[in-house]
């Protein structure tokens, strides 16, 4: 009875240990893309489902991560706030938010586009005491470009940046199904071919509906990495509480078209990240001269 006990109890510091890490800290992870698209060498950094969280008194060891990765311009994708939390109001989760846009807008473009945590005050305007309309104009007048169905096009790099805010049916716990192309078309505009599109699609469910629509590139987070990874399998969990969901990190290849998956940086509601620490995300995009 002894043995099993040490054994829990070493097990349980273990991880312990490991959750404190991961929800406190985060790493760096790289991607090269090359398009015939692409006028110039051009790179951005991707920060997704921060919910708030501070890396260092007002996030000074995010904003010099990404300063030393000297990005050309920074894309937010959603869950920069948080919706519901513990231990914290979303008020402060928005503070916290608004004064990283404005540190970093100092130096970089900044392009936002909501996820669900920020749609959710839209959605369920009783419960905040802010709205939604004033969360968007905090962050516009913060320095961010703010994607809200809209777009962005940076005609020197021959990219456009288009940002997606679901309805909140497409986020429902029992909705399965695909996205239909026209509510596409209808939220974000028809695609012109001659730029390489940036699509902003906080959540990855519906990935293989952006690359048939024909997004060059999608950025998407949500899954939090799947708040464990376990080897050889990847993330456990998705926030539809479905086990071992497809795309809960990395880049991904649909329909010659790519994906990429970042695990997020913060937590909500639960702290909890297991082998998973944050993610910043770092894209180089090239011109491909073949």
Known sequence: MGFILFIFSACFAFFTGVIISDVNDFCVTGYRLKSKKIKKRVRFVQITDLHGKEFGPDNKRLAAAVDRLKPDFVIMSGDIMSGKNLGRTSESTVDTAESLIRKLSLKYPVYFAPGNHEQRVEWLPDLF??????????????????????EYIRIGDGICI???????????????????????DSAVGKLDEKYFNILIAHTPEYIRDYAGWGADLTLSGHYH??????????????????LFP?????????????????????????????????????????PDKK
């Open 129 to 150: 005491s802010f709205t939604y309309k004033e969360m968007m104009e905090r962050f516009a007048k913060a320095g961010a470009k703010v994607l809200d169905n809209d």
């Open 225 to 242: 990495g799947g708040i464990m990874k376990l080897p050889f399998i990847g993330g456990v969990i998705s926030p539809k509480f479905r």
């Open 162 to 184: 288009k940002g997606l805010a679901l309805h909140k049916d497409y986020y429902l716990k029992k909705r399965k199904g695909r996205l239909p192309f026209a509510y596409l």
């Open 246 to 286: 497809e795309y809960t990190f990395g880049m991904f290849n649909e329909c010659g078209k790519k994906q990429i998956v970042s695990c997020g940086l913060g937590t909500h509601t639960l702290p909890v990240r297991v082998f998973n620490p944050g993610e910043l995300v770092c894209v180089d995009l090239l």
